[in-house]
């Protein structure tokens, strides 16, 4: 089992910045590739970002590319998303989950694959 805890998100004005952290414990992080997902009102949730185990390999989804930016510390068994430029369409729960995969360098962006997930994060944007 992997407990996955988002935090850093809030309200922001368009155009603004935001760092969320997700923080992991209770199995080998490094064993694991993360991924950042979203859901807004009404609407299905989407992959954002993804990250391989070794953080050598990242993925975006083209709504974000050149916005967005994921790493990970895994001395400190966190992954993290940093926002910028944000929009107003970025508005919604955030989430970060995990998936077992030690030693590949491929990031799955498809929800089914991730095999633990975190409570989520709100982000708001504002006009």
């Known amino acids: 089992q992997v407990h996955l805890v988002e935090s850093g998100g809030g309200l922001v004005q368009a155009g603004g910045s935001l760092r969320l952290s997700c923080a992991a414990s209770?199995?080998?992080?490094?064993?694991?590739?993360m991924g950042w997902f979203r859901q807004a009102p009404g609407k299905e949730r989407e992959f954002v970002a993804g990250?391989?185990?070794?953080?050598?390999?990242?993925e975006y989804a083209d709504s974000v590319k050149g916005r967005f930016y994921v790493s990970r510390d895994n001395a400190k068994n966190t992954v993290y998303l940093q926002m910028n430029s944000l929009k107003p369409e970025d508005t919604a729960v955030y989430y970060c989950?995990?998936?077992?995969?030690?030693?590949?360098?491929?990031?799955?962006?498809?929800?089914?694959?991730?095999?633990?997930w975190g409570q989520g994060t709100q982000v708001t944007v504002s006009s």
């Open positions: 209770g199995r080998t992080f490094s064993d694991y590739a």
């Open positions: 989950a995990a998936r077992l995969s030690r030693g590949t360098i491929v990031v799955v962006t498809i929800m089914s694959f991730y095999n633990f």
């Open positions: 990250i391989n185990w070794s953080g050598v390999t990242t």
